[in-house]
């Protein structure tokens, strides 16, 4: 990580990025515990913002548009951060240290959670202030630290593999794949087809980001591994998890995943196959109502993601609502939290963006099943989902994966020794 000292002096260009002014870093003047690490007083009302990544879909701001004619007095503003993951995080952190109050309510990735309590950067949250027993048992799992509340699920997310039906059934195929070795297969027949010339097999996201760091997971996850065991010690030095690496490495080499395919995030991902270039894509559900508006419409469909026996295992993914510690009106932001992570908003989000929903009627509900064909397999896939490791350095961590498993993709590193080379660096990571 870099030192608290370093991100402090980045912090004039995060807030100026964010269309802020300096003189927000370490304000306090909201008669409501604001700059004081880990408060629980949830008082003040007035102004708040709301901070996520970049909003692809054009669903949240009508969704906070709702908010703000209802509350004129306490209106919420959008900060959006960058797509990349990692980039949200840093300028996320670069916030909190300085006990900027410029950030309220943090849109985080469910896997930051334990780094972020952690560190006093975010509240523990009132007991009962959420619906939990309605949600889905592993989104709600994300949103605590050590037995405590410190986040209010909003989405959840499972990855999904998205295939060209169309192709498909043209090449005599029934049904989508459930291993590796079967989507192999069945895109080798499918680019035997004119229509498929110039087709690539798959992609997923292997850019040198925290996508990397899903995707190797999962391989690792569907190949019988595990990145870290239940105690949460590292153990990817294993047969099994050189087997889910080789499986992506291999892809490379051979050509089932394009050598463009390394610069990939999800966006990249989603205009390949919209614009049919892959015939199979690893991607979460916000792409399913995308994908419907492009030259793709009604010639695909998701299916689970494939391992190396049998079905794969997706990393958890999702996003939850968390307060920063430093903030003003907090009172305010606690209403805007049950509000935008109320099931009425998730069922929005699910229709006018296909998120996955933390409530479990949502996905049992036939009606929307029927509108929303993907659900149930969305369901199973967040609910077979493996979380990546929840570790107070997680920083620390999803950096050493990336740089391991990008090594063995862009083959500088046999998957053995990056794997070798990762248990030693996650051993250290987690010590700390």
């Given at each position: 990580m870099?030192?608290?000292t370093?991100?402090?002096?980045?912090?004039?260009?995060?807030?100026?990025?964010a269309?802020?002014l300096?003189a927000a870093c370490?304000?306090?003047d909201?008669?409501?515990?604001?700059?004081?690490?880990?408060?629980?007083?949830?008082?003040g009302?007035?102004?708040?913002?709301?901070?996520?990544?970049k909003?692809?879909?054009g669903?949240?701001?009508?969704v906070?548009?709702?908010?703000?004619?209802?509350h004129?007095?306490?209106?919420?503003?959008?900060?959006q951060?960058?797509t990349?993951?990692?980039?949200?995080?840093?300028?996320?952190?670069?916030?909190?240290?300085t006990?900027?109050?410029a950030y309220t309510?943090?849109?985080l990735?469910v896997?930051?959670?334990?780094?972020?309590?952690?560190?006093?950067?975010?509240?523990?949250l009132?007991?009962?202030?959420?619906?939990?027993?309605?949600?889905?048992?592993?989104?709600?799992?994300t949103?605590?630290?050590?037995?405590g509340?410190?986040a209010?699920?909003?989405?959840?997310?499972?990855?999904?593999?998205?295939?060209?039906?169309?192709?498909?059934?043209h090449?005599?195929?029934?049904k989508p794949?459930?291993?590796?070795?079967?989507?192999?297969?069945?895109?080798a027949?499918?680019?035997?087809l004119?229509?498929?010339?110039?087709?690539?097999?798959?992609?997923?996201?292997f850019?040198?980001y925290?996508?990397?760091?899903?995707?190797?997971s999962?391989?690792?996850?569907?190949?019988?591994?595990?990145?870290?065991?239940?105690?949460?010690?590292?153990d990817?030095?294993?047969?099994?998890?050189?087997?889910?690496?080789d499986?992506?490495?291999?892809?490379?080499?051979d050509?089932?995943?394009p050598?463009?395919g390394?610069?990939y995030?999800e966006?990249?991902?989603?205009?390949a196959?919209q614009?049919?270039k892959?015939?199979f894509?690893?991607?979460?559900?916000?792409m399913?109502?995308l994908?419907?508006?492009?030259?793709?419409?009604?010639?695909y469909?998701?299916?689970?993601?494939?391992?190396?026996?049998?079905?794969?295992?997706?990393?958890?993914?999702?996003?939850?609502?968390a307060l920063s510690?430093?903030?003003?009106n907090?009172?305010t932001?606690?209403d805007?939290?049950?509000?935008?992570?109320?099931?009425?908003?998730?069922k929005?989000?699910?229709?006018?963006?296909?998120?996955a929903?933390p409530?479990?009627?949502l996905?049992?509900d036939p009606?929307?099943?029927r509108?929303?064909?993907?659900?149930?397999?969305l369901?199973?896939s967040?609910?077979r989902a493996?979380?990546?490791?929840?570790?107070?350095?997680?920083?620390d961590?999803?950096s050493?994966?990336?740089?391991?498993?990008y090594?063995?993709?862009?083959?500088t590193k046999?998957?053995?020794?990056?794997?070798?080379d990762?248990?030693?660096?996650?051993?250290?990571?987690?010590?700390q």
């Open positions: 870099k030192t608290t370093a991100r402090a002096l980045r912090c004039s260009a995060a807030l100026a990025a269309g802020l300096l370490g304000s306090s909201d008669g409501g515990a604001a700059g004081k690490s880990g408060s629980t007083s949830f008082t009302r007035g102004p708040i913002t709301y901070v996520a990544g909003d692809t879909t669903a949240v701001q009508p906070l548009d709702q908010w703000n004619k209802l004129p007095k306490e209106k919420v503003t959008f900060i951060l960058p990349d993951a990692d980039a949200q995080r840093q300028q996320m952190i670069q916030n909190a240290e006990k900027s109050d309510v943090l849109s990735d896997v930051w959670t334990s780094e972020f309590a952690a560190h006093q950067w975010i509240d523990r009132p007991d009962g202030s959420f619906p939990l027993d309605k949600m889905l048992k592993p989104v709600v799992e949103a605590k630290y050590r037995g509340l410190y209010a699920p909003a989405s959840s997310d499972g990855g999904l593999l998205y295939y060209r039906t169309d192709l498909l059934k090449a005599g195929v029934t794949p459930t291993t590796w070795a079967e989507m192999k297969a069945d895109c027949k499918v680019k035997k004119p229509e498929a010339k110039g087709m690539s097999c798959y992609a997923g996201q850019q040198k925290e996508g990397l760091t899903v995707n190797f999962e391989a690792v996850n569907s190949a019988g591994g595990s990145v870290t065991d239940a105690n949460g010690k590292p990817v030095d294993t047969p099994e998890a050189t087997k889910g690496l499986f992506l490495a291999g892809s490379f080499r050509g089932t995943i050598k463009e390394i610069t995030q966006e990249d991902g989603r205009q196959f614009a049919g892959l015939v894509l690893r991607n979460w559900p916000y399913y109502a994908a419907g508006k492009s030259e793709v419409a009604g010639k469909a998701v299916a689970p993601l494939p391992g190396l026996n049998g079905p794969g295992a997706s990393s958890l993914g999702g996003h939850n609502l510690s430093f903030a003003k907090k009172a932001a606690l805007f939290m049950k509000f935008y992570s109320g099931e009425t908003t998730a929005t989000f699910l229709e006018k963006a296909s998120l929903p409530y479990a009627a996905y049992d009606s929307l099943s509108q929303y064909p993907y659900l149930p397999v369901k199973q967040i609910l493996v979380p990546r490791p929840r570790v107070v350095q997680y920083g961590v999803t050493a994966v990336q740089q391991e498993a090594a063995a993709l862009t083959g046999s998957s053995a020794q990056a794997l070798k990762l248990q030693r660096e996650l051993l250290k990571a987690t010590a």
